[in-house]
């Protein structure tokens, strides 16, 4: 009973009051899912690939207003800045053909010819960040939905006799919007389907 209750001193004293520390988010447990992405068929596979990726940045670009003996700061216009992902390069070609297509959608490299419009070609990302769960419905702590994403850079790495690592193809994505949507208390999300408004989830109650 002494041990438990000591636990409640790992963290730092706040107006007196004891509590424990709580338990944070883990780096290693997400999953990052792509709509509309190349042909917009395996792109699971591209889900079961990922290596890392970047959450996103936003910067309000404030700038100065010059005012007597002194400034102020006003907030400009906000921008996202680019996310990074790293994938898997698989023995079968399915990541490299699906970053392919993509590629392929925003310009034909061989006809030398780009789409008509941006929705031609734009796909849409979403990150969350599990519980650690297992099956078809994890926990998800918290989601991130990329909107007007597009490949700015592709790269595919190097091929090394001395490496003892797999192949890799990294992506750098520009998106035009991002929406975050944690959990409340008692509360778990259920996806609903991109382009139908909001979010991009609709909470639903857990609570027994």
Known sequence: MAITASLKNFTVPTDGNGGGLLMPKLKYRF?????????????????????????????????????????????GKPEWAETT??????????V?????????RQFDF???????TAGDYKFAM?????????????????TWD??????SQADW????????????????????NAALTPLTPGQNMAHIPFGSGGTGVIPTSTAT
């Open 31 to 75: 999953r990052a899912s792509f709509i509309n992405f190349g042909s917009g068929k395996d792109v699971v596979e591209l889900t079961r690939q990922v290596v890392d990726i970047k959450r996103p940045s936003v910067n309000f670009n404030p700038f100065a207003l010059d005012i007597y003996n002194s400034k102020v700061y006003m907030q």
């Open 85 to 94: 992902i790293n994938l898997r390069d698989d023995a079968t070609g399915l």
């Open 96 to 104: 490299a053909r699906l970053v392919s297509e993509q590629i392929q």
């Open 110 to 116: 061989m006809e030398q010819s780009s789409a008509a």
């Open 126 to 142: 979403r990150y969350e960040v599990l519980d650690g769960g297992n099956g078809q419905n994890p926990v998800i702590l918290e």
């Open 146 to 151: 990329l909107e007007g994403c597009q490949i």
């Open 157 to 176: 790495g190097d091929m090394n006799y001395g490496s003892n690592e797999a192949a890799q193809i990294a992506l750098t994505i520009r998106f035009d």
